[in-house]
Nanobody
Framework: QVQLVESGGGLVQPGGSLRLSCVAS????????MSWFRQAPGKEREGLGC????????YYADSVKGRFTISRDNAKNTVYLQMNNLRPEDTAIYYC????????????????????WGQGTQVTVSS
């Protein structure tokens, strides 16, 4: 059974950090491009970044560039999202997604192309 399970969300103060994990089962994560998305209340889901399978190169949305970092540990079938200098506007449900197509800087935001999605983990940034 294919699954993506996110964890690591929670409540953090502005300026703080969190690291989200996304563990894959039922497929080999190393063969997939992995991306992170988020959805805030009342807003559309937006792409945060992507890490390619071929060379682990990364792409980021301007809103998180320099603050968020995506990495992967293929041996653990896990992808991570390190989030630093968090802001109240980062409050959202965070999702990981997997795609067998190794995305480009243009294509990774196309949510309809992704094969698998996690159930999401809540991140709340508040004092």
């Amino acid at each position: 059974q294919v699954q993506l399970v996110e964890s690591g969300g929670g409540l953090v103060q502005p300026g703080g950090s969190l690291r989200l994990s996304c563990v894959a089962s039922g497929f080999t994560l190393a063969r997939y491009a992995m991306s992170w998305f988020r959805q805030a209340p009342g807003k559309e889901r937006e792409g945060l970044g992507c890490i390619r399978s071929a060379d682990s190169s990364t792409y980021y949305a301007d809103s998180v560039k320099g603050r968020f970092t995506i990495s992967r540990d293929n041996a653990k079938n896990t992808v991570y999202l390190q989030m630093n200098n968090l802001r109240p506007e980062d409050t959202a449900i965070y999702y990981c997604a997997a795609d067998s197509w190794d995305h480009t800087e243009v294509s990774w935001r196309r949510q309809y192309e992704y094969d698998y999605w996690g159930q999401g983990t809540q991140v709340t940034v508040s004092s």
